[in-house]
């Protein structure tokens, strides 16, 4: 293959390089700017390490600037040709590609077989409950969650693990108008007919005779055993999401190393052109 031949495949793989790296840039971008909009609308302060992960618009934004870095990276080394620019664009695919396979690894281990690697999400998601009323964004997705997933707390206790937020707790002590309640996305509601966003009040208070009938009020079962099932019903329909970001990645894992190469190779025929020319 002649120089001039090297220098036209290296230049296409360049700016295929460039334009997918652009793309992802842009979206960078625009995620820091969503989530920074969100938080700042927001003004919830950090006041935990669990806030970090269960804040969306946190989430968003780390995410948002993780992407930045790493298309500035493959952008700027592919279009100054800066091998070691690329080298660490390479790396830090590569890095995601494990992180990512790891992460998909454990999940089919836990959900799939008898494996008991200690790894549960319920501390987290019972520090979601606690938070609740702390955060508006995350009230909305724990919302989200119960109504669509049609459940009521973590675990095994369901609707009685919102006990834990200091608001629904049904102690005495506590002098907040939704005491012994759970919030009203636990409520069982028929097509048509209007929220009523105190049906959940009460429900958790055991001297109330309303305590009989809570299965047909409310979602008793805790929200982990549906989640649980949900992604055993939906791993296939999961796992396409999963294997179109993977794809990408490994496209440009392919690209930035046969530029790499290519550029190697045009500097040693440049230095051999000027080695003859002397």
Request: with cysteine.
């Given at each position: 293959m002649t120089t001039s031949c090297r220098r036209n495949t290296t230049v296409m793989i360049k700016y295929m390089l460039f334009s997918m790296n652009f793309t992802y840039w842009v979206l960078g971008v625009?995620?820091?700017?969503?989530?920074?909009?969100?938080?700042?609308?927001?003004?919830?302060?950090?006041?935990?390490?669990?806030?970090?992960?269960?804040?969306?618009?946190?989430?968003?934004?780390?995410?948002?600037?993780?992407?930045?870095f790493t298309a500035t990276?493959?952008?700027?080394?592919?279009?100054?040709?800066?091998?070691?620019?690329?080298?660490?664009?390479?790396?830090?695919?590569?890095?995601?590609?494990v992180v990512l396979v790891s992460i998909g690894t454990l999940v089919v281990l836990v959900m799939y077989t008898d494996i008991n690697l200690n790894i549960s999400p319920e501390p987290l998601l019972r520090h979601a409950l606690v938070m609740y009323r702390e955060d508006s964004e995350l009230e909305h997705l724990v919302n989200y969650v119960q109504s669509s997933l049609q459940c009521c707390g973590v675990g095994l206790a369901g609707y009685r693990d919102w006990s834990i937020n200091p608001y629904f707790n049904c102690s005495w002590a506590n002098k907040s108008p939704e005491r012994c309640a759970v919030p009203f996305s636990c409520c069982k509601f028929t097509t048509g007919e209007l929220v009523n966003l105190m049906c959940g009040y009460d429900i958790t208070n055991t001297s109330s005779k309303a305590q009989e009938d809570v299965k047909d009020k409310i979602y008793t079962e805790g929200c982990f055993l549906k989640i649980e099932e949900h992604l055993k019903n939906n791993a296939?329909?999961?796992?396409?999401?999963?294997?179109?970001?993977?794809?990408?990645l490994v496209c440009g894992i392919m690209l930035a190393t046969r530029l790499i190469a290519r550029i190697h190779t045009l500097t040693k025929d440049e230095e051999m052109y000027e080695g003859i020319l002397r």
């Open positions: 625009a995620m820091v700017a969503m989530g920074l909009y969100v938080y700042v609308d927001n003004m919830q302060p950090v006041r935990h390490v669990f806030h970090v992960i269960l804040d969306p618009s946190i989430a968003m934004m780390l995410v948002g600037t993780a992407v930045f990276s493959g952008c700027v080394g592919a279009l100054r040709e800066n091998t070691c620019l690329l080298k660490t664009y390479v790396i830090t695919l590569v890095l995601l590609v296939i329909l999961l796992g396409i999401p999963a294997f179109t970001i993977i794809v990408p």
